[in-house]
């Protein structure tokens, strides 16, 4: 595929379901009410570890209204993961519908239905629960010693390292070279540990779930996913239910980044309805999203950094990274193995390098996919090192990013060796325009106007700090999209795709990839996405996936549809089909003699003659995840006498190939960053000693408003990817995983003090402050 | 109890628990454009209109609002016949997962009505109570900004 102009790829086309979210005309999940419907509230664990010895429901199911109280004996007690992933997926089976030990506070006890909620949460506290407490453990860093988490039967399905009796989720290793002698040829060798914490995806649509039987007997779900088809696989999985008769729906979705990709309420309104033969729904409150949903996991990474003081040459590279799991193993794996995978290729020329990672059991609440998925926490430390080696060599560190991050025509041995779960897949990189990025970038903050200058205004002293960054798009040969369409006789065609727009615009952009294949306009480009009876096959919105892989079998459809089109019109026309070429809805000749419009094709096709639907299918498979690259800078204001940092200004420029609709592009990138930055200065889980979350409220879990955001400002560096849908990558993670670093070596630039744990709090800062000395 | 409310100009006789927040009498009687994502206040979601104040609905007691005039973002326009701030968020991009944009949108209105030439900083006062998780607030508040020129220009 080659770079060429461009109809309606690069157009910033409005949203086709912007008009309909803004008219308030959409239903989400749930503002689904159907007649009959129960109503589902859950009971959760007061302790962090504890086992249910006795646990009555009688008085509880007395209630007028309360038609279902369930507890561990009464449901499936399959183990299964609730991470939303492919199959097998990488993730342990440690996890039970309900389960006679509970192992975090918020786990969960029991589950009512009934009427109402206000009956089923009536309810609740009628059910009597007698506990016995279990030792419990809050620390990653004691996790071998302490007492086991995980179910005794709870294993997994890959043949990769899981030991639960020594809480251990999953562990990875991957080395060359030799960097015992790399750091022994170092001219010097610089050390730190980094630590990250536990944050809330904050979608502003809780999770809910919906059940209902259709007339002809089948079991509906609706629900806020990401991932439908791993939904269907789950939930028949868990409860015995053939997958022929479940159907999973996806609507609009409020938000997910990853908080929406597992799977943790559909079985159980499925389980509900399936027993009560009833329409069942459950929502969550915005305290069961932060605490009994799915966090960003928190981490502590070490580096060991040594480099040649000449050349610059890194000659060694040691990281390791303990995540803390929580209670529960979903993305145990492939999250702290992304710490290693998306971070250390980025300087891919150093020989000696060794990454050990380690996922442990916590009892405390459970991590799971969050956008930039292991990155993030990896690439905190990685900047400030880079960072920290460039201060040492006395150069300029954009010059240092400049010259070693990986090129154009390049690789990395990581790309083969560490992958989801499995060994990854070897890459050439075909695109690159992260020093457009770094340069382009630099300039829109004024950093050479700005660096190391520390200007001084009262008690506040101003610096700029950069991080640079990669990411993926999807998995190679694991993830999979499929895409269907057909002609009606207007010309229109219908789309349907499995690929699940949660919010990013994917609908819009994958009908803008068909209709620029085509030759036609988007408004004539029906949607119709994420439905398991109605379209084909797709993973499902995660790990920047869906431009790449569903987007690539969306161009395929279009290319097979466009000759079938092609096809019917040299019929009519009687010429040969070389001979023929579309413009906007319309064949014509070559010769500009004769030319026929796409109804006229469509009314031969379906009333003339060799009368047959117009249609084609497609699926594609990534075979492999080319990078989207990213330079990011902070301009900050550090107010040294209460240690409040404020970030002034905040520039991204990235890289992700053909940016198929630049609005959309920006709208990533934006709200990344805004995520970003509020997970660096403010966002935390607030615990008591026994692992209680005391802030789990707006109110006292800060995420930022429009009050809090700096000046934001995004640069689309335009690269043309090779192998993705009109030269597109991927572009909806990368953006939160610098703002950590940037704002970090922003605060060293303008005081010279280097913050390794998150959130940078004006404690954090005072304290920081304090231990190193100020060097103004 | 029984109470009549005066919802995007009609007259609505509902029956409701003399505990109910305004928020669950709207989504219960279908105005589910009402959106709830906290239940405390704090995010904006379920802004309405009372009697042209915006307000979250859901720390508004039912009971204490009856006869009054209360619109939602359909009160506003339809899919058919948008509004004008309707049609600039679209067009600035502002609507991504679309679930905070309802309570923006009303926020919004009250802000253009109020001071129809909206500084930067008029805008993050008023839209402060709304939060949002996707966009990160640029394209917001350049919809703020068209909406205002648009509004200008139809007089609504
Ligand atoms: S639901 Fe009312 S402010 Fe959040
Ligand atoms: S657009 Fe998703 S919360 Fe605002």
Redesign the interface.
């Known amino acids: 595929m080659e770079n060429r102009e461009f109809n309606v790829v690069g157009k ?1 086309i ?2 086709i ?12 999940t ?2 689904i ?1 159907m007649p009959g419907m129960l109503h589902i509230a859950f009971l959760y664990s007061p302790h962090p570890h504890a086992e249910i010895v006795d646990i009555d429901t009688e008085e509880a199911k007395n209630i007028p209204g309360v038609v279902l109280v369930l507890t561990y004996r009464d449901v499936p007690d399959t183990l299964h993961t609730t991470a939303g992933q492919g199959y097998p997926e990488p993730s342990p089976y440690d996890t039970r519908i309900l389960d006679k030990r509970v192992r975090f506070v918020g786990d969960r006890v029991a589950i009512v239905a009934a009427e109402t909620k206000e009956i089923a949460e009536e309810a609740l506290k009628k059910i009597k629960v007698k506990y016995r407490e279990l030792p419990y453990n809050l620390d990653p860093e004691k996790a071998e010693e302490s007492e086991q988490i995980p179910p005794e039967d709870a294993y997994h399905l890959l043949p990769t390292v899981y030991e639960p009796s020594k809480n251990l989720a999953a562990s990875v290793e991957l080395s060359f070279g030799d960097v015992e002698k790399g750091f022994s040829d170092a001219d010097f060798v610089l050390e730190e540990r980094f630590e990250v914490q536990y944050a809330n ?6 999770h809910a779930a919906v059940a209902f039987y259709d007339e002809r007997g089948r079991l509906n779900i609706i629900s806020t996913t990401q991932v439908p088809f791993h939904v269907r696989r789950i939930v028949s999985r868990v409860l015995g239910i053939p997958l022929k008769n479940l159907r999973v729906i996806k609507p ?4 997910g ?1 990853g908080g929406k990709q597992e799977v943790f309420l559909e079985q159980v309104v499925a389980l509900v309805t399936y027993m009560t033969k009833r329409p069942s729904k459950v ?1 969550f ?2 305290k069961e999203v932060f605490v009994s949903s799915r966090t960003r996991h928190p981490m502590i990474t070490w580096y060991k950094v040594g480099a040649k003081r000449d050349t610059g040459e890194i000659t060694s590279l040691y990281l390791k990274a303990l995540m803390n799991a929580g209670a529960y193993g979903p993305h145990a794996l492939t999250v702290m193995a992304n710490a290693g995978s998306k971070v250390l290729p980025l300087f891919n020329k150093i020989k000696n390098l060794k990454f050990e990672g380690f996922s442990v059991y916590t009892n405390l609440p459970v991590g799971g996919a969050y956008r930039g998925y292991g990155a993030t926490q990896g690439y905190f430390g990685y900047n400030v090192m880079l960072d920290m080696i460039a201060e040492k060599l006395g150069i300029d560190t954009l010059e240092f990013f400049k010259k070693w991050h990986i090129k154009k025509g390049e690789t990395s041995p990581i790309f083969e060796e560490l992958g989801e779960g499995k060994e990854g897949v070897s890459q050439i990189i075909r695109s690159c325009g992260l020093s457009e990025c770094i340069e382009k970038g630099a300039k829109a903050i004024g950093w050479y106007e700005k660096r190391r200058k520390r200007i001084k205004n009262g008690d506040k002293v101003r610096g700029v700090g950069a991080a640079i960054l990669m990411q993926g798009s999807g998995i190679p040969k694991i993830d999979m999209g499929a895409a269907y369409m057909k002609m009606n006789e207007d010309g229109s065609f219908n789309l349907h795709i499995g690929a699940t727009d ?4 994917s609908d819009t952009i994958l009908a803008q990839i068909a209709a620029e294949e085509i030759g036609t306009s988007v408004d004539k480009i029906i949607v119709y996405s994420s439905d398991t009876d109605f379209t084909p096959f797709d993973v499902g919105a995660y790990a920047s996936s869906t431009t790449y892989i569903s987007g690539g079998a969306v161009l395929k459809c279009a290319k097979k549809i466009r000759k079938e089109i092609l096809k019917v019109a040299q019929e009519m026309l009687n010429v040969p089909e070389d001979a023929l070429y579309i413009e906007n809805g319309t064949v014509y000749t070559r010769d500009g003699q004769q030319k026929v419009s796409f109804q006229d094709i469509v009314i031969y096709s379906l009333y003339t003659k060799n009368q047959h639907q117009i249609q084609a299918v497609a699926s594609h498979i990534g075979l492999e995840s080319p990078p989207p690259f990213m330079a990011q800078f902070a301009e900050i204001e550090v107010d040294i006498r209460i240690g409040r940092i404020e970030v002034i200004k905040f520039v991204s420029a990235v890289d992700c190939g053909k940016p198929i609709n630049p ?2 592009v ?2 990533q990138v ?6 970003g930055i509020g997970y660096a200065l403010w966002e935390d889980y607030v615990f008591d000693e026994k692992g209680r979350v005391k802030n789990a ?3 006292d879990y800060k ?5 809090d ?1 700096p000046e ?1 400002e ?1 640069i689309i560096c335009e690269t043309y990817e090779p192998t993705g849908p009109h030269g597109a990558k991927s572009v909806a993670e990368i953006g939160i995983n610098g703002p950590i670093p940037a704002i970090a070596n922003a605060v060293y630039d303008a005081i010279g003090i280097r913050l390794t744990k998150t959130p940078f709090t004006p404690e954090r800062v005072l304290k920081a402050i304090k231990s190193q000395g100020i060097k103004l | 109890m029984r109470g009549v409310f005066i919802i995007n100009g009609q007259r609505k006789e509902i029956e409701f628990a003399p505990h109910k927040r305004l928020l669950d009498v709207l ?2 009687n279908g105005y ?9 206040g ?2 904006g ?1 379920c802004v309405v209109l009372l009697d042209g104040k915006p307000v979250n609905s859901c720390q508004v007691l039912a009971a204490s609002v009856m006869e009054k005039e209360i619109i ?3 009160g506003l ?3 058919h016949k ?2 004008p701030i ?2 600039a ?3 600035a ?1 502002a ?8 309570g923006m ?1 009303i926020s919004t209105y009250a802000l253009l009505k109020e001071n129809p030439d909206p500084e930067d900083d008029d ?3 008023a ?15 350049k919809a703020v900004k068209l909406a205002s020129k648009k509004v200008k220009k139809d007089g609504k």
Do not use: M
Request: contains cysteine; charged residues 25%.
């Open positions: 910033s409005k949203k379901d912007a008009l309909a979210l803004a008219t308030g005309e959409v239903k989400f749930a503002d009410e995806h904050c979608a502003i649509e809780p609009r979705i409020g938000g980044f929502v409150s915005r949660i919010g990013t615009g609005v959309l920006e709208g934006e709200g990344a960053t805004v995520n409220s707006f109110w995420i930022p408003s429009i009050r955001i934001i995004v | 989504r219960e589910t454009e009402v959106k709830e994502g906290c239940r405390e704090e995010c979601a939602t973002v359909r326009g339809t899919i948008p509004h309707e049609e968020f679209v067009e991009g609507v991504q997962c679309g679930f905070c944009t309802p949108i805008i993050k006062r839209l402060d109570g709304n939060l949002c998780r996707c966009t990160g607030y640029v394209k917001i508040t």
